[in-house]
C-alpha cells in the first residue's frame, strides 16, 4: 500500500478548432487550421476539430493527419441562405457546445474559430464552455467576442477592428503572423534570388478551385507560344474536376500534375511566375518571393488581391467573371517580356511579408494573454 504523497498528473491542453470546408467554400480555412494544430501539438497540447458534414469536407483528410474530428449534421436545408454557416448561428453553436461537452466534460482550455459565418453572438453562447477564445479573420466586418484574435492579412486600415472586439482581447494583425507551414521557412531558407526570367510556372488555384480556373490557365497555356516553360499543375484531392485536370496535362509534354501534395513550398521555391487565386495562398507567394498572375475567385479575396497589386508584388487579372483565356495569355507574355518588372515583383513580395512574429501565436494561444 502506497502511503506517500499524491502526485498530481498533469493533462494536455485541451483545443478544440471549429472550422470547415467544402466544395463550395473551398479548403482553406481548414488547411491553415492544421498548421497551426501542428505546431500546438508538438507544443504537447490535444487538438480536436470540429467541422460541420458538408459535401467536399477534409474530416478524412485531417483524420489522416492524426487528429480527433466532431461532425456536425448536414444541413437539414442545402438551400440555406447563410452561405459560410450552412444553418443559423443558434443551431450551430449548440450542435458545437454538445460536441465540447461530449468530448471534454470540462470547459476547453481554449477554442478557436477560423470561420467566415461565425460573429458575436455564437462566441458569447459558448463562452462559458471554454476559458479562452480565439478568432482567426480577415474579414472585419462583424462583431467578435474573444481574448485573441489573429489577422494575417496586410491592410492599410490603422486599426480595422476598432470596436469590433473588446478593448481586452490582444489583436495580431498583419503579414508578420502568417500562417506558414515548417516547410515554408525550411524553403525560406534555400531560397535564391529571382532573376526574373520565367521557365518555370506554377499553377495553383487552391484545394477546390470551384470556378475552374485551373482548367481555364491550362488552355492560355497551351498556346506554342509557351511550350518552353515548364508547368507545376497542383490541385486538391477534393478538386471536382481533377480528372478532367490530369487528362489536359497528360496531353501537354510540359506540364507535371501534383494532387492533394505536401510540397508545395518547395515548387514554389523553384518557381519563376505563379498563377493562382488571390487568397490566403497569396502570403504564401509572398514570403518566398514569389511573383503571380492573380485572379479574384471569392468576395474575400478581393481586399487582399487589390493590396498586393498596388503594392507591386503581384499582377491581379482582375475577376473570375471578367477573366478570359486571352487576359491569361496576354498576362504571360508580359512578365515573359519584362524580366526586370518580375525581378522588381519578387523584392516588392518578400519586403511585403515583413518580420516574421509566428512564434507569438502559438506562444498566446499556449500561455494565454
Not at 450542435?95 to 481554449?110: F, G, I, K, N
Request: a negative charge; glycine letters at 8%.
Amino acid at each position: 500500500m502506497h502511503n506517500g504523497p499524491v502526485t498530481e498528473v498533469s493533462r494536455p491542453m485541451q483545443i478544440f478548432i471549429r472550422a470547415d470546408s467544402s466544395y463550395q467554400m473551398g479548403t482553406g480555412h481548414v488547411m491553415r487550421c492544421l498548421t497551426l494544430a501542428g505546431e500546438l501539438r508538438q507544443r504537447g497540447a490535444e487538438v480536436t476539430f470540429i467541422c460541420r458534414d458538408l459535401p467536399g469536407n477534409l474530416a478524412g483528410y485531417i483524420r489522416s493527419k492524426g487528429y480527433a474530428v466532431e461532425l456536425l449534421p448536414q444541413p437539414n436545408d442545402p438551400s440555406y441562405a447563410a452561405f459560410w454557416l450552412q444553418t443559423d448561428w443558434r443551431t450551430d453553436a449548440l450542435e458545437t457546445v454538445q460536441r465540447l461537452t461530449l468530448a471534454s466534460p470540462a470547459p476547453a482550455d481554449c477554442l478557436i474559430v477560423d470561420h467566415y459565418g461565425i460573429d458575436r453572438r455564437w462566441e458569447q453562447a459558448l463562452s462559458r464552455h471554454v476559458h479562452r477564445l480565439a478568432v482567426i479573420d480577415d474579414l472585419a466586418d462583424r462583431p467578435h467576442e474573444c481574448s485573441l484574435l489573429l489577422d494575417a492579412n496586410a491592410s492599410g486600415a490603422r486599426d480595422r477592428y476598432q470596436g469590433l472586439v473588446p478593448d481586452s482581447c490582444v489583436k495580431l494583425t498583419g503579414t508578420g503572423y502568417t500562417i506558414l507551414r515548417p516547410e515554408f521557412r525550411s524553403a525560406k531558407q534555400r531560397l535564391a534570388e529571382r532573376d526574373g526570367r520565367v521557365g518555370r510556372v506554377l499553377v495553383f488555384f487552391g484545394g477546390t478551385d470551384p470556378t475552374g480556373e485551373t482548367l481555364r490557365a491550362l488552355q492560355a497555356l497551351q498556346n506554342p507560344a509557351f511550350a518552353h516553360l515548364h508547368l507545376d499543375v497542383v490541385l486538391g484531392g477534393m478538386n471536382g474536376r481533377k480528372e478532367a485536370i490530369a487528362t489536359r496535362c497528360s496531353a501537354m509534354p510540359n506540364a507535371e500534375y501534383h494532387c492533394q501534395i505536401d510540397y508545395i513550398a518547395e515548387l514554389m521555391r523553384k518557381a519563376d511566375l505563379s498563377i493562382g487565386a488571390g487568397g490566403s495562398t497569396t502570403w504564401e507567394r509572398c514570403y518566398l518571393g514569389l511573383p503571380s498572375l492573380t485572379i479574384v475567385t471569392a468576395d474575400n479575396q478581393r481586399e487582399i488581391t487589390a493590396l498586393v497589386h498596388e503594392q507591386g508584388a503581384a499582377y491581379s487579372l482582375g475577376e473570375t467573371s471578367d477573366v478570359t483565356v486571352q487576359a491569361i495569355e496576354q498576362g504571360l507574355h508580359f512578365m515573359l517580356a519584362h524580366p526586370a518588372k518580375v525581378k522588381e515583383m519578387s523584392g516588392k513580395a518578400l519586403q511585403l511579408m515583413g518580420e516574421d512574429r509566428w512564434d507569438e501565436v502559438i506562444t498566446r494561444i499556449i500561455g494565454g494573454n
